[in-house]
C-alpha cells in the first residue's frame, strides 16, 4: 500500500495541458484519473451518484469537480447508451474544451452526437469531439478496481471528428486540435492510440470481442439443463471459453443494442459455418462412414486454428513466429552450459528458453524457441553433437 | 532437475499390484507412467513408434516393454480411432490381464471392442475391459511433456464392464473385480474415480469439452479475413475464448466423428439459441426501438451467466458460495489489524482476503470473502465503525 504510483514517470512532462474533467467515475474514468495524476495532471470527478465520486477521489483518481470548472478536455466514461447526450451536453456546457469518451461503441455514439448538436444548431461544436475507445478493462468494476495502469500498452482508439464541409470555415484545423489534445491524453495514460473510422471500429469490435462474448454466453448456456455430474467433468477448456459468459448482462444489451448490424453480420457468418459442422455430424450420426463430412469437420476446426494464429499475444504484439525445439537434458552439472554452447557454434540465437521441472522426471526438457530457419539446424546438428531432440 | 517426483507419497503403497502395460507412450500414456514410477509400480512401455518409447522410458516413465510380458492391467493410450481394435487385441493377447483405455469419447469404443470380440467368439473378454477417460490434458502432445502429476485431483471417469448377462457365468464377479484393479490404477495416478455408464459420458462431454472446441474454432475462423487492424484490438477476452481453437484438427475429428450425435444435439440447441439473438439483433439494426428485442439479447447474456456459475473452479471443486465485501483501507500501519479486530467483533467469519496494490492508489482495497449472511451484517456494521465500504 504505497502512494507512489509513478513508476519512475514524475521526470517526463505531461502532454496534457490544464484540467481534466472525467464524467463517470467508474473503473475506467477512475481508471483514467489515476492514470492522469500519477503524472501531475489536474482531474476534477464528476457522476451523478455521490457515493462513486467521492470513492473515486479516496482511491485518488483526482479532486471532486466544482459548480465552475473550465476543463481543457472532458472525459465521458459513462454507461454506453447515455454517453452520446453526455458527449452533447458537455459540449455545450464547456465551448473551451475537447470531449472524447470511452464507450465500446462509435458509429451509434457519434449519430446520436451529431443529432443532438444539429437539434440545437450546434454543429460546429462536432469539431471539438473526438469518440474513443480504450480496449482495456477488468472483470470487475467501479472506481475501488481503478488502476493507474489500466491502460498501459492497451490500445485506444480514436475516431477523428468529422470534417462536415464548407458550412463551418476552420473547422477542419480545430477538429484536428482536437485529436492532438486527445492524443496526449491517450499518452499521459500510457494507452497507444489507433486511429479509426466509426464503422470500421464497429466491424472490429464485433469481431475481437461482441461476437465472442455471444459465444460465451450460448456455450454457457447449455451447461444449464446439464446433470451435476457432466458440469463435474469440466476443465481449462470450459472455463477459458465461458468465462467471460459471467459479464454484466445490462452492459452487454447496450453494447449489443448499439451495435447490432455489425454483430448480426458475423454472427450471419458464424451460423453459416455452424451449419456445415451440422450437417457433417447430422451425417456422421447417422452414418460413420459418411463421405465428406470429416473432412467438413476438419475444415472447421483447421480455419479455426488460422484464425487463432492472428489473435495478438498477451501483450499486444503479434504471435511470436519462433519455433519451439525440444532438446532432452540429463540431469548432470554442466548440461545447460554443455547444450547453449553447441547452440552457438551451429550458429543459431535462442530467442527464448524454457527449462521444464516437471515432478517425476528423470531428466530435464529444455525448450529452445528459435526462429523458423533455426530450427531444421537444430534438429540435423544436436543429434549429431550427441543431444536427443523431442518429435 | 531433480529425479525426485515421489512428493512424500514413497510411504503409501501403490494399490496397483503386478505390472502396468502402458500401450501408446504419448502424454497421457507416459504421465501415467511417471506417476505409476512415483508410487514404485512396475511399467513396461510399448508403442508402435520406436522413438515414442524411447523418449517415454528416457522421460523416466519405464522400461521397455519384452515380448512375453504379462501384466495385471493394460492401459490403452492410443489415438481414439484406433482404441477399440488395440482394445480388443491386448484382451486377446494378455488372457490374465485388465486392460482399459483413455479415449475421450467412450461408446463407440465400447461398441467397437463388443463387436471385435464377438467376432473372435471372445465376449466374456468384455469382463476384462474397464472404458476409461482421464479428464485431464495439456495445449502439449507426446511424452517429452509428460508430468507426473497430470491427472491428480482430476476427474477420471471409469465406465464398468457390462454385463452381457447368463450366457457367461461368474462374469459379474470378474466385472467387478477388473473395476477394483482399474480403481486401484485411478488412485496411483492420483485421479478422482467418476463412475458413468457411456452414453451418459459421452454427453457430459458433448457439453463441456466438444462444443466448446467447436464454438472456439468458429469464433476463431471470423478472424481469417479480418483486416489487421481489427484483429490487433483483441484483448483477453477473444484470447480466452478462442485459446483451444489452437489444437490439433486430426484429434478433434476422431473425437467429434466418434461422438457425433451428442454432440449435434448440444449444437442444434445452440442453435436455437443463437437463431433468436440472431432475430434480435436483425430487428435492432432496422429499427433501434424494436420491441422485445433487447429483451431476447438479455436472455441470452442472462442464461449464459447462469450458465458458466454451475462450472467448477480451478481445483474442481465447485464454484465457493462466498461473498466479497470491499472496504478502503488507509495506509497507515494497524489498519488491518484494525479492521480484522472490528470484522471479528461483528461475529463474521473471513473466508477468504485479499488486499490489492494497484499502483497510484492512495488507499488500499481489502477484499474480505465471507458467506453470503455475513455480508449484509458488515455493510451495516463496518460503516458505523468509520470504515467506507465499496458498493
Known amino acids: 500500500m504505497s502512494a507512489s504510483g509513478g513508476q519512475g514517470r514524475s521526470s517526463e512532462p505531461a502532454r496534457t495541458e490544464g484540467t481534466v474533467l472525467v464524467v463517470g467515475t467508474g473503473l475506467l474514468g477512475a481508471s483514467a484519473g489515476l492514470a492522469l495524476r500519477a503524472c501531475g495532471v489536474d482531474v476534477a470527478?464528476?457522476?451523478?451518484?455521490?457515493?462513486?465520486?467521492?470513492?473515486?477521489?479516496?482511491?485518488?483518481?483526482?479532486?471532486?469537480?466544482?459548480?465552475?470548472?473550465?476543463?481543457?478536455?472532458?472525459?465521458?466514461?459513462?454507461?454506453p447508451d447515455v454517453t452520446a447526450q453526455?458527449?452533447?451536453?458537455?459540449?455545450?456546457?464547456?465551448?473551451?474544451?475537447?470531449?472524447?469518451?470511452?464507450?465500446?461503441?462509435?458509429?451509434?455514439?457519434?449519430?446520436?452526437?451529431?443529432?443532438?448538436?444539429?437539434?440545437?444548431?450546434?454543429?460546429?461544436?462536432?469539431?471539438?469531439?473526438?469518440?474513443?475507445?480504450?480496449m482495456a478493462g477488468r472483470e470487475r468494476s467501479g472506481a475501488t478496481s481503478a488502476r493507474?495502469?489500466?491502460?498501459?500498452?492497451?490500445?485506444?482508439?480514436?475516431?477523428?471528428?468529422?470534417?462536415?464541409?464548407?458550412?463551418?470555415?476552420?473547422?477542419r484545423t480545430r477538429g484536428e486540435e482536437s485529436l492532438q489534445r486527445v492524443l496526449g491524453l491517450v499518452a499521459?495514460?500510457?494507452?497507444?492510440?489507433?486511429?479509426?473510422?466509426?464503422?470500421?471500429?464497429?466491424?472490429?469490435?464485433?469481431?475481437?470481442?461482441?461476437?465472442?462474448?455471444?459465444?460465451?454466453?450460448?456455450?454457457?448456456?447449455?451447461?444449464?439443463?446439464a446433470r451435476e455430474e457432466a458440469v463435474a467433468l469440466a476443465g481449462q477448456g470450459l472455463r477459458d471459453v465461458t468465462r467471460i459468459a459471467a459479464s454484466d448482462p445490462g452492459l452487454w444489451v447496450q453494447i449489443l443494442g448499439a451495435n447490432a448490424a455489425p454483430v448480426a453480420r458475423a454472427l450471419h457468418a458464424l451460423r453459416t459455418d455452424l451449419d456445415g459442422v451440422l450437417a457433417a455430424l447430422d451425417a456422421l450420426a447417422t452414418d460413420g462412414a459418411a463421405v465428406g463430412a470429416r473432412a467438413r469437420v476438419a475444415r472447421a476446426i483447421d480455419e479455426g486454428g488460422a484464425g487463432v494464429a492472428r489473435v495478438p499475444g498477451k501483450h499486444g504484439t503479434a504471435p511470436v513466429p519462433f519455433e519451439v525445439v525440444s532438446v532432452l537434458v540429463p540431469d548432470e552439472p554442466g548440461s545447460l552450459a554443455h547444450l547453449f554452447a553447441d547452440v552457438g557454434d551451429i550458429g543459431v540465437n535462442v530467442e527464448d528458453f524454457l527449462l521444464e521441472h516437471a515432478p517425476g522426471r528423470l531428466v530435464g526438457l529444455a525448450e529452445l524457441s528459435v526462429l523458423p530457419a533455426g530450427r531444421p539446424r537444430l534438429e540435423a546438428e544436436l543429434p549429431r553433437r550427441g543431444w536427443r531432440v523431442a518429435g
Open 148 to 171: 493507474a495502469d489500466l491502460f498501459t500498452d492497451r490500445p485506444w482508439v480514436l475516431v477523428p471528428p468529422p470534417v462536415v464541409g464548407e458550412r463551418v470555415p476552420g473547422e
Open 86 to 134: 453526455v458527449v452533447a451536453d458537455r459540449l455545450r456546457a464547456h465551448p473551451g474544451a475537447v470531449v472524447t469518451d470511452v464507450a465500446s461503441v462509435k458509429g451509434a455514439v457519434l449519430e446520436d452526437v451529431a443529432a443532438a448538436l444539429s437539434r440545437e444548431g450546434a454543429e460546429a461544436a462536432a469539431a471539438r469531439y473526438v469518440g474513443g475507445h480504450p
Open 188 to 225: 499521459d495514460c500510457r494507452g497507444v492510440p489507433v486511429l479509426m473510422g466509426a464503422a470500421e471500429h464497429d466491424e472490429a469490435v464485433a469481431l475481437v470481442s461482441h461476437v465472442p462474448q455471444v459465444a460465451a454466453s450460448l456455450v454457457a448456456a447449455r451447461l444449464l439443463d
Open 45 to 79: 470527478l464528476d457522476d451523478p451518484s455521490p457515493t462513486a465520486r467521492a470513492l473515486a477521489r479516496d482511491v485518488g483518481a483526482g479532486r471532486l469537480a466544482g459548480p465552475d470548472e473550465e476543463p481543457s478536455l472532458v472525459l465521458v466514461a459513462a454507461p
